[in-house]
């Protein structure tokens, strides 16, 4: 397994995670939900295999969505950025919601109940736009004005409607996709995973971090409280 760090000092990035399994060793319980977000956070501290049951990568399912929906990967993540900035909490002054921005009765549209579940919200997104692009024969400016400004619009001016909004917004994005998304280095934690797959994910990772200095404290720590 390749396992990468994200940022220098990744010990400090595991304090809370360490201070979590202290108070479970030395009160014989703690509070599951504060244990879950410090395995969360330390997964979080380094890219997932395919073997990892309770964590993905946001590119991972980026890739995932365009085969579902056939969209094009490029087309997704450069929505993503002009979006929400791969925000999953992001929420715009109408109401969109999300990574990929939907809207309240959008979402009701395509059965997403969990619009800020990033996972979901990918999916609801790649199954939205590719609605569109099939709605407008594979145009994309047509399709993504659609998205942003809604499809009669698009049908009443024929093509991207003489909103400034919405042709920076085509605009924008085809000039992402041009260059490239910056689809960041985070990783996606199921919101359904128990804490038991969690903690069972996180140990199989740290049982395989590089033997390299930048993890002599961590792996010093967790020898002392014979975690692994």
Known sequence: MKISVVSTGAQLVYEEFIQAIQQNSSTGRANESTVSKAFAKAL?????????SSATSYKDIFIEASKRYGVSYDLLTAMAQQESGFNPDAVSRSGAMGIMQIMPETA???GLKHPYDAYENIMA???YI???LQ???G???KALAAYNAGSSVVKKYNGVPPYGETQSYVRNIKAIMKRGADVPYTNYISRTASKDQLEADLKKLLRELPD???????KNTLAEINYL
């Open 212 to 218: 390299t200095d930048e993890y002599a404290v961590l």
């Open 135 to 137: 709605e407008f024969n």
């Open 130 to 132: 590719a609605q569109k």
């Open 139 to 141: 145009n994309v400016d």
């Open 125 to 127: 997104g790649a199954k």
């Open 44 to 52: 979080n501290t380094v890219t997932v295999a395919d073997s990892i």
């Open 108 to 110: 009701k549209e395509l």
